[in-house]
């Protein structure tokens, strides 16, 4: 049974950072996802299994860092500069294919129980 373990999350002012993690039973692709109140879980960014290849929504290139360390088997997101509009519950999601990285909710295979973001401005 592959467990995530998401921490990291909290409370936080508009323009500071918060490190999120998610420990994982395994090495797989990561991503992380987002949803907030009555909207659809979104793709943030992923990190592939060796850690050399990163993708991310346009709304946080240059804010948000995904990183991994393999040796404990563990992703992090770095969150610099947040918004108001970061506020949402954060997935971290597993996929134990070697494709692609992708954004679709549905290619990842395990899930986080999520931690809460919240940005007040």
């Known amino acids: 049974q592959v467990q995530l373990v998401e921490s990291g999350g909290g409370l936080a002012q508009a323009g500071d950072s918060l490190r999120l993690s998610c420990a994982a039973s395994?090495?797989?692709?990561m991503g992380w996802f987002r949803q907030a109140p009555g909207k659809e879980r979104d793709f943030v960014a992923a990190?592939?299994?060796?850690?050399?290849?990163?993708r991310y929504v346009d709304s946080v290139k240059g804010r948000f860092t995904i990183s991994r360390d393999n040796a404990k088997n563990t992703a992090y997101l770095q969150m610099n500069s947040l918004k108001p509009e970061d506020t949402a519950v954060y997935y971290c999601?597993?996929?134990?294919?070697?494709?692609?990285?992708?954004?679709?909710?549905?290619?990842?295979?395990?899930w986080g129980q999520g931690t809460q973001v919240t940005v007040s401005s």
């Open positions: 395994g090495r797989y692709t």
């Open positions: 999601a597993a996929d134990r294919s070697r494709a692609p990285l992708s954004t679709r909710a549905y290619e990842y295979d395990y």
């Open positions: 990190i592939s299994w060796s850690g050399g290849s990163t």
